[in-house]
């Protein structure tokens, strides 16, 4: 067996254009799947029976099921409820967008339940309502401390946006799989792109592991 | 005009989904059963203080932990019986993919598991004559396994969800099942609604299970590691 890259290399167009597809739909998930969770968390982190059991159903249900299903649930399941068709993009993108709110609403909610209380009492002393302390003291704080976590999330999100394939979207795997069947290249293509995703990862993993040792430092 | 949802085209195939929901679960134990064996081989590696050792098992744990498990069971799916020159089904590419893939979370689990145990336990059982090994095996690990249980069952569920994937390389599980079942009564949504509610009870009540554990370790004064 002789490795041969030029098929590859021939091809750097379409794995162009598949890794301008994952880094959309990273983006997508990443600003989607974070600002949802927040908003999931405050309402796990809530008093309010109508804002707790909701937000609680939403996290089990999201958390318990694997993500490949809800995504081909919303692609082809979905689409009969409504008067309009799904993209994979959309399918894709809601999938891991809610699972990933599911997952980091638990982190938010830790994070916000690890500030001393001393720290909301300072701040009803300074006459802050409830937003404006969670916003201005909590947050800031609990965020620091769910940095790492989050980081691992983005992380995960970037793997998972790998699935979007199943539903055919344009992405890395999905071109390298295109790459593979034209040119009878499946060594070459799948190595190449789990290359590039490694190359891609790698650093965000490393801050991932710097942020966690200087939480271990700090606190 | 509302649809009108019907269950008993998807209930008619019930056969096809319980041996869907039977294959899910033995690539799930296939991958569990070597994932964790090789999992505690990794971190004994990478916990040697000879680098030939070490290094090359951190290399691994890192390449599997950071790339997509779907680019790496196309890979060994795909790529590597042509590399090797053997017939691949899709079971024995799942198996490999997601043995070695919770390999390298377990090894972690067991890593920081083997390193919260205090350095007095290892002095000790050197006092008593205990070589590394011995001092492994007997003293440092039955503690340590305590601590990772909830970490360990948690990578366990993860497995579970992650074992979907094998759908896509056409491995007769439970969400290939759902695609069938689909296709023959053209029930989309009742057919993957049913497959997410299937999903969601059994891993629901494994993570119910993991909660219990945890509490009742916790209780009994163990600390957990994650």
């Known amino acids: 067996m002789r490795w041969d890259f030029a098929s590859v290399f021939d091809n750097t167009d379409a794995l162009l254009v598949g890794a301008a597809g994952t880094l959309r739909i990273f983006a997508i998930c990443l600003v989607l799947g974070l600002s949802l969770g927040l908003l ?38 979905l689409p009969i409820l409504l008067p309009f068709q799904i993209s994979p993009l959309a399918a894709a993108s809601l999938g891991i967008s809610l699972n990933s709110a599911a997952f980091s609403a638990e982190i938010y909610r830790g994070g916000i339940q690890s500030i001393e209380t001393g720290q909301w009492d300072g701040a009803r002393a300074l006459g802050m309502r409830w937003g404006q302390a969670m916003r201005r003291i909590i947050l800031p704080q609990a965020l620091k401390r769910m940095l790492p976590a989050l980081t691992n999330r983005a992380i995960e999100i970037f793997k998972m946006s ?38 891609f990862l790698w650093p965000l993993v490393q801050f991932s592991y710097f942020l966690e040792r200087r939480l271990r430092r700090d606190e | 005009m509302a ?28 991958a569990l ?41 196309f890979w060994f799916f795909f790529a590597m019986p042509i590399l090797v020159g053997i017939e691949m089904t899709p079971f024995m590419a799942g198996a490999v993919t997601f043995s070695i893939q ?34 492994m095996r007997r003293i440092i690990l039955p503690q340590a396994v305590k601590r990772m249980i909830p970490a360990f069952m948690e990578r366990a569920i993860e497995l579970m969800k992650t074992t979907t ?36 009870v059994v891993i629901f009540l494994a993570s119910q299970v993991a909660r219990l554990v945890e509490l009742r370790l916790a209780r009994s004064g163990e600390s957990t590691v994650h």
């Open chain 1, 162 to 199: 790998t699935l979007a394939s199943a539903v055919a979207y344009v992405e890395l795997l999905q071109q390298g799989k295109l790459i593979a069947s034209l040119n009878y290249n499946p060594i070459e293509a799948y190595t190449a792109v789990a290359v590039i995703f490694f190359v």
């Open chain 2, 165 to 200: 994937l094998i759908a896509t390389i056409s491995y007769a599980d439970l969400l290939f099942a759902a695609n069938e079942v689909s296709q023959k009564t053209f029930r989309p949504l009742e057919t993957y609604t049913v497959v997410a509610l299937i999903y969601f």
């Open chain 2, 102 to 135: 919770s390999a390298s979370f377990f090894a972690e689990v067991f890593r920081a598991g083997i390193q919260s145990i205090e350095r007095g336990q290892w002095d000790g059982a050197r006092a008593l004559g205990m070589r590394h090994d011995q001092a």
């Open chain 1, 40 to 77: 999931v968390g405050l309402g796990r982190y809530s008093r309010n029976r109508w804002l707790h059991i909701p937000a609680t159903i939403f996290v089990e249900f999201f958390r318990n099921t694997p993500v490949l299903v809800q995504i081909l649930w919303f692609y082809f399941a």
């Open chain 2, 33 to 73: 059963v070597f994932g964790v064996a090789l999992g505690l081989g990794l971190a004994l590696l990478r916990l040697s203080p000879r680098r030939y050792l070490s290094w090359p098992a951190g290399f691994v744990i890192e390449v599997f932990r950071t790339t997509p498990p779907l680019v790496q069971l």
């Open chain 2, 3 to 30: 649809y009108q949802w019907d269950f008993s085209p998807v209930l008619a195939n019930a056969p096809l989904l319980v041996e869907g929901l039977v294959n899910t679960l033995r690539i799930t134990g296939t």
